[in-house]
């Protein structure tokens, strides 16, 4: 672009922002590699991208009548695809651009000078403890040079923010002499990077008039370079990076702000308006934050990152990354001895949803339960949720395999694969268990088990196909009107059930459905003959793994396992836990479900 740029309309900014966004997609490995600022969870550059991602994608070829019209599309995008405290920073600085300027179609260097100004106060606002030597302080800089600038009679843009990126960058510069961790660190803020980053992006095409392509997500590959950072450590306050997005008319920010500030909780965002709201926060109690924010509006989405297993993706064992959803019934030690990661199932009481095993536990399901005037439902996780974490997996260069939930029960395994084609199919694969619960978890934990000795995707993939039927689920359904409504169980088996006093025996069919392979006659002693019936189903000569899951029944299921112990010495573990309330909500109380694998431990693979 040649001569002076008196002025900035839609079409300019759209082309502008593009490019900046383009530059941030290029820098995202390095802004990534420098992250250890709130928590050295190396994604700041990501959560970046994928923020300005979807400001991209709502503006890149469509048609802006207006600039008012463009900056309102721009802030409502990064709203809704805001990750992290930096997106959500980011988020609210378009807002505040946006405000400022609806009664302007073109901007000035005043104009503009001003509209920085009101982004950078919109995204101090935003933070519930302000940090300075981070992305606000940068903002705030930049848009003050602008402003003095402008103040001097400047009315060169290009000349202008020439000027305001040079002050940017002493800015950044300066940001570890304001926060001891940067300085202990070596590095400057991430955030504040990106920013600048996006900044030099747009200088670039202030001079050359071009925009440079951009890869798609799936195209743009990242590569984890964080582990070179000594400093990086697991989160020492507050374990779930939890964020929502509410919607409502004339939503009280302030007042959602001082709500969640009296939590025990930290990082605290909150970005958006009177209509939209977006809130970043880490957390101990991800469902108490949902809960505070559905007083204010209505949540459209929601999710609860855990940093901790983040983290320890610095030190992943093996290549490969298992993925379940929340409807394998596994033992929470060996969730965080294998770094699995489980993908949460939804579950609605009435208008209400929860996050299983994560905003609603077992015993909260069951005593929510007793007095609810609605029955439970459950619903596959949205695609997004499987998206995010194959996103940080592949991010961190690691292949995953998701280990799901039958495709016969839900459509959580297609959920997956949706995800998984959008993200990385080349390194990102789903298998069917064609089970559910203990038996999905006992094919989990062989997955995981192989890739932390180092097995490849397709090596995993190939050996769970060819043993898949070894992994077996039964189930005692003491009262199978809950599988009815839950759409799981054939009324006729209710009813007959019920006349003939008969406890069913559930088990997963090789099409991956329930059917009732055997009956438990009578409730007394129910429990003991469920016992002896399976132990006729096991091979004197073979070692076992047994995952015994319960429906608010611990008693029986502790009964259960002493009976198996005593009469089949050969068992290598015997995990008793909590069903899933996904599963609860079909089983009813009182269920008891036992997943039994003949082991063989997978070898270790050498080089």
Excluded at 335 to 360: A, Q, Y
Excluded at 555 to 567: E, G, H, P, V
Aim: proline fraction near 4%; charge should be neutral.
């Amino acid at each position: 672009m040649s001569g002076i740029i008196s002025h900035i309309d839609a079409a300019r900014f759209e082309q502008a922002l593009l490019a900046g966004i383009a530059n941030v997609f290029r820098r995202r490995d390095h802004i990534n590699s420098i992250n250890v600022f709130p928590v050295a969870d190396s994604d700041t550059g990501t959560n970046l991208v994928f923020t300005l991602a979807s400001v991209r994608e709502a503006i890149d070829g469509r048609d802006h009548a207006t600039l008012p019209e463009l900056l309102d599309r721009v802030a409502e995008a990064a709203l809704d695809g805001a990750r992290g405290n930096s997106g959500a920073i980011m988020a609210q600085y378009f807002q505040g651009l946006s405000e400022s300027s609806r009664d302007f179609q073109v901007l000035d260097s005043g104009r503009l000078a001003a509209a920085s100004s009101a982004g950078a106060k919109s995204a101090w606002g935003a933070m519930s403890e302000p940090v300075p030597g981070t992305l606000p302080t940068v903002l705030e800089d930049f848009a003050d040079e602008l402003n003095r600038r402008a103040a001097d009679g400047v009315e060169d843009i290009r000349d202008m923010f020439r000027q305001g990126l040079k002050r940017a960058r002493r800015s950044l510069a300066g940001t570890p002499e304001q926060l001891a961790v940067l300085k202990d660190a070596g590095v400057v803020d991430a955030g504040a990077q990106g920013f600048v980053d996006l900044l030099e992006g747009v200088w670039r095409y202030m001079r050359s008039g071009r925009v440079p392509k951009m890869a798609s997500l799936a195209q743009a590959g990242i590569t984890h370079s964080a582990a070179a950072h000594s400093a990086t450590s697991a989160p020492e306050q507050h374990r779930f990076c939890t964020e929502c997005l509410i919607e409502g008319d004339g939503i009280d920010v302030a007042g959602l702000r001082t709500q969640l500030e009296g939590q025990d909780a930290s990082s605290l965002v909150v970005a958006g308006g009177q209509r939209r709201a977006r809130i970043h926060i880490h957390t101990d109690n991800p469902g108490e934050v949902f809960r505070i924010c559905s007083d204010f509006g209505e949540i459209r989405q929601q999710k609860a990152d855990d940093m901790t297993r983040q983290h320890g993706l610095m030190n992943h064992v093996g290549k490969v990354a298992i993925v379940t959803d929340s409807a394998a019934d596994l033992p929470d030690e060996e969730i965080d001895r294998l770094g699995i990661h489980v993908v949460p199932v939804r579950l609605n009481f009435g208008d209400e949803e929860f996050l299983d095993k994560l905003t609603i536990t077992p015993s909260d399901f069951y005593r929510r339960l007793e007095t609810a005037d609605t029955h439970p439902q459950t619903s596959q996780p949205p695609p997004a949720d499987f998206r995010r974490q194959f996103e940080l997996l592949t991010s961190h260069g690691l292949d995953v395999l998701g280990v799901q939930l039958s495709r016969a029960l839900s459509g959580t395994l297609q959920a997956a694969e949706n995800a998984a084609e959008r993200v990385d199919p080349e390194h990102i694969e789903i298998f069917d268990t064609r089970n559910a619960a203990c038996g999905q978890a006992l094919a989990v934990l062989w997955a995981a088990e192989a890739a932390a000795k180092g097995w490849e995707r397709i090596a995993i993939r190939t050996r769970l196909r060819e043993t898949i039927d070894q992994f077996k689920t039964y189930a005692l359904a003491r009262d199978l009107s809950w599988g009815v409504r839950g759409g799981r169980v054939k009324p006729w088996m209710e009813k007959l059930s019920r006349r003939l006093r008969l406890n069913p025996v559930l088990t997963a069919t090789p099409e991956g459905r329930l059917g009732a392979r055997g009956v438990i006659a009578g409730r007394v002693n129910a429990v003991e003959r469920f016992g002896r019936y399976l132990l006729k189903r096991m091979n004197a000569g073979h070692t076992y793994r047994v995952i015994i899951s319960h429906t608010n029944a611990v008693d029986d299921a502790r009964k259960l396992r002493r009976q198996i112990l005593a009469a089949h010495p050969q068992v290598d573990a015997c995990w008793i836990v909590e069903a899933s309330p996904a599963v609860g909500a079909h089983a009813g109380p009182g269920a008891l479900i036992v997943g039994m694998h003949p082991w063989h431990p997978p070898e270790r693979k050498r080089d």
